[in-house]
């Protein structure tokens, strides 16, 4: 099979690159070189602005747990979403964009066609067993052009992507350990999610997936 989302990384013969829809591209295992670095900068992010499982406007706590970096962050409360400069936990800016999730995000997207590509957001999603992320859009960024860039790192997940309705059908991928995918042209607008998590232990995380998202936000 040519272009098999299920193939295994460590098979030379498969490409590494995988096309998922229009715009939107995965490059698997892409991350795997700065693993370590970006496990750590997670940590002493997480040091300064904690993991918190943050209130839809619907008033309900989200099972997945969320800080972010960079000159803003994403954050949900009852008065709804936005991208907001000050960690509202914390009441302090976010933590700095570590170097080497900039320069990786900016790779991979030059890598997948978009060069240029600065973010100033990253959302960090933590995932145990059973979180799940229901499908949705990302469209609280000012400039849909600019295209989203996720990092999987730990446990594997299921990829849910649809279409730019709803209720269009979903294709599902799995998203593993390293692999970095760039979302942009009609795919960044596209809806996604990721169905509960899996059980499992990941010799880097343990039994937890994170998931780096680099924005252009503002
Ligand atoms: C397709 N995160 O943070 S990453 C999110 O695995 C989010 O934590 C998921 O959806 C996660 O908003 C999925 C893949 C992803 C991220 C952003 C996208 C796919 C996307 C934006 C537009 C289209
Ligand atoms: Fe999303």
Redesign the pocket.
């Known amino acids: 099979m040519i272009n098999d989302p299920f193939a295994d990384l460590s098979d030379p013969s498969q490409p590494s690159h995988l096309r998922m829809g229009d715009g939107?591209l995965l490059l698997r295992g892409y991350a795997l070189p700065v693993e370590d670095e970006l496990l750590g900068a997670i940590t002493e992010i997480a040091a300064q602005s904690p993991f918190r499982n943050m209130v839809t406007p619907g008033g309900y706590a989200m099972s997945?747990a969320m800080t972010n970096c960079g000159a803003a962050g994403w954050v949900t409360d009852r008065s709804g979403y936005r991208y907001d400069p000050v960690d509202p936990e914390t009441r302090r800016p976010w933590p700095a964009m570590p170097d080497s999730f900039s320069r990786l995000a900016t790779e991979a997207a030059a890598e997948a066609g978009y060069p240029g590509f600065r973010p100033d957001a990253c959302?960090i999603?933590r995932y145990t067993p059973g979180t799940r992320?229901s499908l949705?859009q990302?469209k609280d960024e000012r400039d849909f052009a600019k295209p989203?860039v996720?990092v999987?790192l730990g446990l594997p997940?299921t990829?849910q992507f649809g279409g730019s309705k709803r209720s269009d059908p979903v294709v599902t991928y799995p998203?593993r350990h390293g692999d970095v995918?760039v979302?942009g042209g009609p795919?960044?607008?596209?809806f996604?999610g990721?169905p509960a998590l899996k059980d499992g232990e990941h010799p880097k995380t343990g039994r937890m997936r994170l998931?780096l998202?680099f924005r252009g936000a503002l």
């Not at 795919?187 to 596209?190: G, Q, T």
Request: charged share 10%; glycine share 0%.
């Open positions: 939107a997945v959302l999603n992320l949705h990302d989203i996720s999987s997940a990829f998203l995918a979302w795919s960044r607008l596209f996604h990721i998931n998202t």
